[in-house]
């Protein structure tokens, strides 16, 4: 086969360029909107966290690959009960390091571990600007206080921590708050997300918790093109690229286009499993296979669903996103997301669909306004 063909059918060289490691199925925190829907974990009751031999020997694994960074999430990462090991492994490999975070667990020991790695990036979430706020959205009593000393802790031991805000009816007047807090916290800075409707998040979307496609569109423009240029902190606003101002990605400040890496990550789970992402959980035909069954490379280079991606992306994308000139960087904004809704890789993003069917969508990036262009 040649060079031609191979890529015709998926098998062009896509370096692994990132793991998405969910090291833990339990969380210490019980949050209303999450999309992965970990078990709550206490000090009585644990549950199954990834195998530090199947950590380190994916690793190995996948460094030939191209392997250069990995993602610590969850559930609640620093939950792992080798995490101490986790944290050395991946700095004497020399790889970037970025964690999500709820922040409770971050002591000064770990803060200091952290800051030891390579280009160490973490998140925090952080979804109040007051006790009681974040104590609705995260489900214990006694955490947002305990969020706040992690990330001093994160920002001592010479970490600029960015503080994640998943915005939804309860906090989204706390928005100038929670960067006046950020700031005081010694955060470099804030992520505002949309709360995504898959899991516990589909549920708070039926019960009216989310805001309103009109407003998320109204604060999104707010805080980039009016709260940015307020605040020396760096602000972001997780919107589909289509509703982003060029400036942002393209101009003399941006702050990158912030895509989907898609074509260069995988996700492995708590239990070993390879999938797509996190979206393994919920969606048990979006995981590939066992660690300790099938080697990375196999599940990389011949899995089907992989090489459907690669030879499908992006112009097989559906609805507005076939008309949008941003899905070559878009790429579909997530379609994890997409296909937990419509079960189906290649349909909209539901951001876009609902400004679409709202006459929202901005014209100006959109395929038909560039053919009445060139008609004129």
């Known amino acids: 086969m040649d060079r031609g063909e191979k890529e015709k059918n998926g098998n062009k060289n896509y370096p692994l360029d990132m793991i998405y490691f969910y090291l833990t199925e339990g969380c210490n925190l019980r949050c209303r909107h999450c999309w992965i829907q970990p078990k709550y974990q206490t000090e009585y009751r644990s549950y199954s966290a990834l195998d530090f031999g199947s950590f380190r020997a994916i690793i190995e694994q996948a460094k030939p690959m191209g392997l250069s960074s990995v993602k610590l999430t969850g559930g609640e990462p620093l939950l792992h009960p080798r995490i101490h090991e986790i944290l050395n492994l991946t700095r004497e490999e020399n790889l970037y390091l970025i964690i999500e975070t709820n922040g409770t667990l971050c002591t000064q020991e770990l803060s200091r571990e952290i800051a030891q790695c390579k280009t160490p990036s973490i998140g925090v979430s952080l979804d109040g600007a007051n006790a009681e706020t974040h104590e609705w959205v995260r489900g214990v009593a006694g955490c947002f206080d305990a969020t706040l000393k992690g990330i001093r802790n994160l920002a001592e031991a010479g970490l600029k921590p960015q503080v994640i805000m998943t915005l939804m009816r309860r906090n989204k007047d706390q928005i100038d708050a929670m960067i006046q807090l950020a ?62 101002p060029l400036s942002k990605m393209f101009g003399e400040n941006r702050d990158g286009c912030g895509r989907c890496g898609i074509l260069g990550i995988l996700g492995v789970l708590a239990n070993g499993s390879y999938a797509f992402c996190g979206i393994g959980e919920v969606v048990p035909e979006l995981v590939f296979g066992h660690a300790e069954t099938v080697p990375l490379k196999e599940v990389w280079d011949t899995h089907s669903l992989l090489l459907e991606i690669r030879q499908g992306m992006p112009h097989r994308l559906e609805g ?21 809704r419509h079960k189906s890789l290649w349909s909209s993003f539901w951001y876009c669909e609902e400004a679409e069917s709202l006459g929202l969508f901005p014209k100006s990036r959109t395929m038909q306004q560039i053919t009445q262009r060139g008609n004129h």
Request: with cysteine; net charge neutral; glycine share 8%.
């Open 183 to 244: 700031k005081s916290l010694g955060a470099g800075s804030v992520k505002f997300n949309m709360m995504q409707p898959i899991a516990k998040g589909e549920k708070m979307h039926w019960d009216g918790e989310a805001v309103p496609i009109e407003e998320l569109i109204r604060l999104g423009q707010w805080v980039e093109n009016d709260l940015s240029a307020s605040t020396d902190l760096k602000l972001y606003y997780h919107h589909p690229l289509a509703f982003r």
């Open 320 to 340: 507005i996103c076939e008309n949008c000139l941003m899905k070559k960087i878009c790429l579909g904004s997530c379609i994890a997301q997409n296909y937990y």
